[in-house]
């Protein structure tokens, strides 16, 4: 059985910082990529940032362009926990964060797993 679950979230000053965690059961790390998400109110939901790997320490990750040099997505694998370290956060980056995995098939990711989310908030 294959969970996600979200903490880390909540409401910092424009320009901090915060860390989010995904801790997934299972060794979904060595078949499946992971993401992070995020949906504002009103907006659909986006992809942030997404990792995948194949064999040993290789992994490609890839960010939303609004986001890119201010936020790093990175595991850990021994706990099996998803990270994302968000620096120089902005209002625009308020939203729910959720935590995605599954499988590529194709060259498609297939979000199978999701999280409940983690809300985060920015101020102005």
């Known amino acids: 059985q294959v969970q996600l679950v979200e903490s880390g979230g909540g409401l910092v000053q424009a320009g901090g910082s915060l860390r989010l965690s995904c801790a997934a059961s299972?060794?979904?790390?060595?078949?499946?990529?992971m993401g992070w998400f995020r949906q504002a109110p009103g907006k659909e939901r986006e992809s942030v940032a997404t990792?995948?790997?194949?064999?040993?320490?290789?992994?490609?990750?890839n960010y939303a362009d609004s986001v890119k040099a201010r936020f790093t997505i990175f595991r850990d694998n021994a706990k099996n926990t998803l990270y994302l370290q968000m620096n120089s956060l902005k209002p625009e980056d308020t939203a729910v964060y959720y935590c995605?995995?599954?499988?590529?098939?194709?060259?498609?990711?297939?979000?199978?797993?999701w999280g409940q989310g983690t809300q985060v908030t920015v101020s102005s």
């Open positions: 995605t995995a599954g499988p590529r098939v194709g060259g498609v990711f297939q979000w199978n797993y």
């Open positions: 990792i995948s790997w194949s064999g040993g320490m290789t992994y490609y990750a």
């Open positions: 299972g060794r979904i790390y060595s078949s499946h990529a």
